[in-house]
């Protein structure tokens, strides 16, 4: 069954950096559009950066600049390299994926990873 499972995360230090990483199966050699989400308590879910099969990458912008999505086909894994970051950056993040490439609706959701971001 094609799943989505997250590790990284963490605790640090303002102007520090963590990384996110997401293995998904069942993606094979065509990968589709992927994303980094990430929601504060019961609120809504933020959409932080996304990856599109062709490697085109789009970014919040207030993430702009300090985070980077990557994909490693071969791997079959999604990353996400935050770097400066903020107390505000506090949030349990998700990877999704969208089968069908188009980047608006998401089908397979990670278990989360909190990331805590301290003065």
């Known amino acids: 069954q094609a799943q989505l499972t997250q590790s990284g995360g963490g605790s640090v230090q303002a102007g520090g950096s963590l990384r996110l990483s997401c293995a998904a199966s069942?993606?094979?050699?065509?990968?589709?559009?992927m994303s980094w989400f990430r929601q504060v308590g019961g609120g809504e879910r933020e959409g932080v950066a996304r990856?599109?099969?062709?490697?085109?990458?789009n970014y919040a912008d207030s993430v702009k600049g300090r985070f980077t999505i990557s994909k490693d086909n071969d791997k079959n894994t999604l990353t996400l390299q935050m770097n400066s970051l903020k107390p505000e950056d506090t949030a349990m993040y998700y990877c999704?994926?969208?089968?069908?490439?188009?980047?608006?609706?998401?089908?397979?959701w990670g278990p989360g990873t909190q990331v805590t971001v301290s003065d």
């Open positions: 990856i599109k099969s062709s490697g085109v990458s």
């Open positions: 069942g993606n094979g050699d065509n990968w589709p559009c």
């Open positions: 999704a994926r969208d089968w069908r490439n188009y980047c608006t609706s998401w089908q397979d």
